[in-house]
């Protein structure tokens, strides 16, 4: 690993106004105005709007960013092939069954190149960038660092989960390492370039609606789930390089690549409210039941993309962390249920708990809109007789869903065997037996 991004600093805070600038040219922000005739060190001026000029206050988001060369120094856009990355619903039938995936194959360093951005692969999806509404799940499998080369989402964030593999994130505002079991988001707009140290994998959410939030936490009170302070944004970092350069554009659904001659990372101050942020999932507070009952998952959402609906969101990140089960005459796993949310889950490491077997990590499963699922067989035996005494739950375990109020569809890739695709997946269920006693 390489030892200057293990000692990288971050600042912290979920949606603070931050300044930062390159040790390397202190001062280097313009003082008390934002667009001076001339900046300090010559640099240009360009402002990054993650929000509407009119948002209200409490959710605009902006960032002022002082650069070597402007964005807009670049070749026309030209479009490229978008490989099994896709934001098009109606290339494949509707298809409601329990699915699950075994681990997605990750390329050895013998295969083919293959960089983050070639490497993304679409699950599934809902909803429209053009009209600022839906969301995204893909995967990505790379064996090769991206080189000269960053990636843009014009469309909306992106929430990154790695599952196998440290990733290296220089974003235009600094940079970010994530590991497993720690995540990050990439706003719109935001360019970046992805490192690798060895064949990595990992999840993707993309959201066209809005940014991320912390959930509200009504009367838990003002601390606990994911803690804003644990929040690590990066601090600014250029390089004034020339080379043959290449931003690959995502805008409508569709890659664009346009050229330029000097790395797009190269701000060398920046200040505001827009910018990536990583999370480290081992940080986050559980809260649940400690008298009877299982609780809603909701209890665990790390973060919320909300629709306009109250309550309701486009996507929840939601996990599920090693902690204590204490529940007194309760039916402990996760309960059967039916759901009108769409459940996209992924399980960074170890065994998820209501799936002792099949879930594999790397791997996945999908419970869409209404479709029936719980504990399988032998999970809810076990439950239906387990001494009932406070036990650790998930121990070295990692599962995540990301959870939605779309109907998602399949894409073609998705439902075909080089997915990995699991057809015996309804057989966990199919030795459920009957308990009832009859009337008395
Ligand atoms: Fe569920």
């Known amino acids: 690993m390489h030892a200057d991004w293990e000692d ?3 600042l912290n805070g979920f949606g603070n106004h931050f300044e930062s600038e390159d ?7 313009p003082k008390n105005q934002n667009t001076p005739q001339n900046c300090p060190y010559d640099l240009y001026a360009e402002q990054l709007s993650g929000t509407a000029f009119t948002a209200p206050r409490e959710t605009n988001q902006r960032t002022w ?22 934001n098009r619903w109606d290339l494949s039938e509707p298809n409601p069954n329990q699915m699950r995936w075994k681990p997605f194959s990750i390329p050895s360093t013998k ?6 951005l070639d490497g993304l692969a679409t699950v599934c999806g809902a909803g429209d960038p053009c009209s600022r509404h839906g969301a995204s799940i893909s995967i990505y499998g790379c064996n090769s660092s991206m080189d000269n080369r ?3 989402n014009a469309d909306g964030d992106l929430l990154i989960v790695p599952q196998h593999g440290s990733l290296r994130i220089t974003t235009e505002l600094g940079r970010m390492l994530v590991k497993p079991q720690e995540i990050c988001v990439i706003q719109q707009g935001i360019r970046f370039s992805v490192a690798i140290d060895e064949p ?28 804003p302070r644990d929040f690590e944004i990066p601090t600014a970092w250029y390089e004034d390089r020339d080379c043959d350069f290449t931003v690959v554009h995502k805008y409508q659904g569709s890659l664009f690549e346009s050229k330029r001659k000097h790395s797009c990372f190269d701000v060398v101050a920046w200040h505001g409210n827009y910018a990536p942020y990583k999370y480290d999932l081992r940080k986050f507070v559980v809260v649940n039941s400690v008298s009877i009952d299982h609780l809603d998952p909701s209890i665990f959402t790390v973060l919320t993309c909300p629709s306009l609906k109250p309550g309701t969101a486009v996507a929840d990140f939601v996990i599920f962390p090693p902690r204590w089960s204490v529940q007194e005459h309760t039916f402990r796993p996760p309960y059967y249920h039916r759901n009108c949310m769409s459940e996209f889950m992924g399980l960074i490491t170890g065994k998820y708990e209501a799936k002792a077997e099949g879930f594999q990590a790397g791997g996945a499963t999908l419970h869409s809109c209404m479709t029936p699922h719980g504990p399988d067989a032998d ?15 998930a121990e070295n375990s990692l599962a995540f869903m ?4 779309l109907s998602f569809a399949l894409t073609k890739w998705s439902m075909t065997t080089s997915a990995g695709i699991d057809h015996d997946y309804f057989k966990c269920w199919s030795s459920l037996k009957k308990h009832f006693t009859g009337p008395k």
Request: hydrophobic fraction near 40%; proline fraction near 9%.
């Open 23 to 29: 040790p390397r040219c202190p001062n280097a922000l």
């Open 8 to 10: 990288l600093k971050y």
């Open 379 to 393: 999970c809810c035996e076990k439950a239906m007789t387990d001494e009932l005494k406070p036990m650790r739950i």
């Open 200 to 227: 990595s994998r990992g999840y993707v959410l993309e959201v066209f609606d809005d940014h991320f939030h912390l959930p509200n936490l009504g009367p838990i009170g003002a601390n606990g789930l994911a803690n």
């Open 65 to 86: 960013i002082y650069r070597i060369l402007p964005a807009v120094l670049h070749e026309p856009f030209s479009p490229i092939k978008s490989g099994l990355l896709t």
């Open 150 to 152: 960053a990636f843009c």
């Open 111 to 116: 295969d083919e190149k293959k960089d983050f």
């Open 402 to 405: 990301f959870e939605s109020s």
